[in-house]
């Protein structure tokens, strides 16, 4: 039996910057069913980290002509901002709106609190890539950070070329992280993350991992602060801050409940 369509998701990104043939704007997904339930219940599938892959890939209605591997390739080239929004809308088409968030009223300390996730917000990109509909964005460094990349790096950099990370490039600066904490070094996890963001300075691109994270690790932390802020202000990116009702006393505040993928799919209202 061919499977029906049941909602079509318009990305936040709207896929304006990814390359054919992945930039559509919207991605059509079948209900989930207790099928879709085993497999992020599965111990195999935890083991490897895989099953929320595993679940998008049976969940999203690919054009039939796209093979095994470019079906593979659209959900590793997802950022991850647009994945945690297509699993957001599997969770709620399969177990409803409503979720149980942890977050502390400041009146009388209660700690759980409904929430509907249909009205969580969302960080579009409000910024123009370097080249239309390519994943490069520029990020203007201010007269005293060019003075200090002069000082601490020997030449002039005016501006730092970035991009947003793709489900696959996250997982790799996780990885990153985690095997050097593992070899008991220093995890870096700023200089690894802008490792991997920077494609490069100047409109020239820094192709070797090792010389963008040497460049990373020798800037000031004042303008490393502000480049990171830049970037998570415009990623594209569902926002984890809420405005809650006290389920004790109903006092009205706002909090960021820390949105988690894993606890959306296990933790019931």
């Known amino acids: 039996m061919e499977k029906k369509e049941a909602v079509r998701v ?6 304006q910057f990814y390359p054919e043939p992945f930039n559509f704007s919207t991605v059509s997904m079948v209900e989930m069913d207790t099928g879709h339930q085993d497999i992020l219940a599965s111990e195999l599938n935890i083991q490897k980290n895989i099953q929320f892959d595993l679940l998008l890939r049976e ?11 470019q079906r593979t390739e659209y959900i590793d080239t997802l950022f991850t901002g647009d994945r945690i929004y297509l699993l957001l809308a599997a969770r709620i088409n399969g177990y409803g709106e409503l ?30 890539s370097v080249s239309e509909g390519q994943n490069v964005f520029r990020f203007e460094l201010e007269e005293r950070e060019t003075k200090s990349i002069e000082k601490t790096h020997g030449f002039s950099v005016r501006h730092i070329d970035f991009k947003f990370l793709s489900t696959q490039e996250t997982r790799k600066y996780a990885n990153e992280v985690l095997r050097r904490k ?24 820094m192709e070797n991992y090792s010389e963008r994270f040497k460049f990373v690790k020798k800037l000031k932390p004042f303008i ?23 389920a004790n006393c109903k006092n009205n505040f706002k909090a960021d409940f820390g949105l988690e993928i894993v606890q959306l799919f296990f933790d019931f209202a």
Not at 59 to 69: A, D, H, T
Not at 99 to 128: F, M, R, W
């Open 182 to 205: 593992r070899e008991q070094q220093d995890e870096n996890p700023i200089t690894t993350r802008l490792a991997f963001s920077i494609v490069g300075v100047e409109g020239q691109t």
């Open 59 to 69: 969940l999203i209605l690919f054009p039939p002509e796209w093979s095994s591997k």
């Open 99 to 128: 979720y149980e968030a942890a977050a502390t009223c400041p009146q009388c300390g209660h700690e759980k609190h409904l929430i509907d996730l249909t009205q969580l917000e969302t960080n579009e990109v409000s910024i123009k």
């Open 224 to 246: 490393t602060r502000r480049l990171l802020q830049y970037i998570n202000n415009n990623e594209p990116m569902v926002k984890s801050n809420y405005d809650f009702i006290c």
């Open 10 to 15: 318009e990305l936040i990104s709207k896929g």
